[in-house]
Structure formats: C-alpha cells, structure tokens
C-alpha cells in the first residue's frame, strides 16, 4: 500500500529502497533455488528479527515482555516448520503461553503486568513467526520454489504498483485514522499491476492455469493491504513510525514484511484448498 501524497513527497528514500529491494529480492531467489535450509536461514533469520523488533518497540512502550521466551519460541516454531510441518508449527506455539506464564510467575515484579506480558508476548509469537513460518511451509511444497516467488512476486509488486500510483494519483485515504497516506487509488495500481503481471507473466512461472493465477492476484490484493494496515494499528497505537531502521528507505524489518506475514498464509491455504 502506499502513499498519499505528490511526487517526489513520496516520504521514502527511493534509491536506498529500491536497492535494497532488489538485494533481498535476489538472496530470495537465489537461497530459494540452492537448498530448503538455505532459504531457512534467511526467511527464519528475517523473521527474527522483525519479532525482536516489535518486541523492542513493546518494551520502549513501557510494556513488561519476555523477548528471550519470544525469540526462543519464534525459532522453535520456524525449526518445527523446516522438520515437521504443520505440526511443527503448531507445537511451538503451543509452548509460547506456559513458557511466558512460568517467566511471569518466577519474579513477583512481573504478577502486576501478567496479562500484559502475557499477551504482548504470545501477540508477537502468533504474529509473527507462526504466521511468517508459511513461507517456510510454502517452499516446501512441490514446486514449492517457484510458488514461493510467485507469491513473494506478487505481494512485493502490488507494494510497487500501489506506492507508484498513490504518489500520482492518490487522492482519497482508505483509512485516514490509522494509516492516512494509504490510498484507494494506490489500491487500485497496485491490484491492476499484479493482475497483469498474474496473468503474462505467471504461466511461465508456474504451472497454474490463468484462471488460478487470477485468483492468486485478487488474494493477494485483499489480504496484503490487511497486513500493512495492521501493522499500522499496532505502530499508531505505540506512537511510532517505524518499528525499525534496519532497512534503509524501508525501516524495519517487520515493516517490510508486514504484508507478508498475512497474505502468505492465506496464500498457502488457497494454494493447499484449490490445487491440491
């Protein structure tokens, strides 16, 4: 999603941004088609690292959080991921809240603020590397490679479509309270650059019909703005910009793969529900 705003007010540092597109564009593509446990360490290092920084960001907020109980659980599950799929997965997050409820417990300091340790950190477990570890889930799957740039593709692309259209066109907010720079005419570029690009270029990506890619493009339309705008929510909420400044021109890690850690799972799940 991007900005309302004219151009050259786009807010970002383009040069610096599209480099550094471009880098993590490639190490994707290239840890991707090398080995499963080399995209293992880049998605699950990535990963990480967007979860400590929410986790920095919660503390800085004044909240008691467990990052190391986060961290831990975080890596547990993206290893569950790697070796035993879903229920990998689904065992690590299981760990997270009795881990955190025995830390709480340990220090009576920390009695005063259990619901709020409690929930700020399995909050950054469940969104974060649970929902990121489908990208491990997705790369794993036949084709799993080029499936995962397909989708990868598609969410980084309506990123670029909406920036660029909202800085020529944007006019209207789609939600003025919480992110105001986001527009409906950045929405639109960027659904109609992906549904494009769905349909010329993903057959020779993948073996879908264009039917099936079509739907993979509207997919990734509906839900990827939903993850930027939450992470929105939460960044208004801790009356932060940026959760990170460890991407330059992008911020933070986590506010480069907001988008992702929703519209991947939801992707994985139709590509799983539809193709089999």
Do not use: C
Request: glycine content about 14%; cysteine-free.
């Amino acid at each position: 999603m991007t900005e309302v705003s004219a151009p050259g007010k786009a807010g970002r540092n383009l040069p610096a941004a599209i480099a550094v597109g471009l880098t993590l564009g490639a190490l994707i593509i290239g840890t991707l088609y090398v080995s499963p446990l080399a995209f293992l360490g880049l998605a699950g290092g990535s990963i990480l690292l967007a979860q400590a920084e929410f986790y920095g960001a919660i503390r800085r907020a004044g909240f008691e959080v467990s990052r190391g109980i986060g961290l831990v659980v975080g890596a547990l599950i993206l290893l569950g991921a790697y070796h035993r799929g879903l229920p990998g997965i689904a065992f690590g997050l299981a760990v997270a809240l009795p881990a955190t409820a025995l830390w709480i417990a340990a220090d009576p300091h920390r009695t005063h603020q259990a619901a709020r340790g409690l929930g700020m950190t399995v909050f950054g477990v469940a969104w974060i590397p649970f929902l990121g570890s489908h990208v491990i889930l997705l790369s794993l799957l036949p084709d799993g490679a080029d499936l995962t740039i397909l989708v990868i593709g598609l969410i980084a692309f309506y990123d670029v479509g909406a920036f660029a259209f909202g800085v020529l066109f944007g006019r209207t907010p789609i939600a003025p309270t919480v992110s105001p720079k986001k527009s409906v005419q950045g929405a639109i570029g960027g659904t109609l650059l992906i549904t494009a690009l769905a349909v010329l270029v993903g057959p020779y990506l993948v073996d879908l019909s264009r039917a099936s890619l079509l739907l993979m493009a509207g997919v990734t339309a509906i839900v990827a703005p939903i993850g930027d705008l939450s992470e929105s929510l939460v960044k208004r909420d801790l009356g932060i910009k940026d959760m990170g400044s460890f991407l330059p021109g992008h911020g933070g890690m986590l506010d480069r793969i907001d988008s992702l850690l929703l519209a991947i799972p939801v992707s994985y799940w139709v590509i799983r529900g539809t193709f089999g």
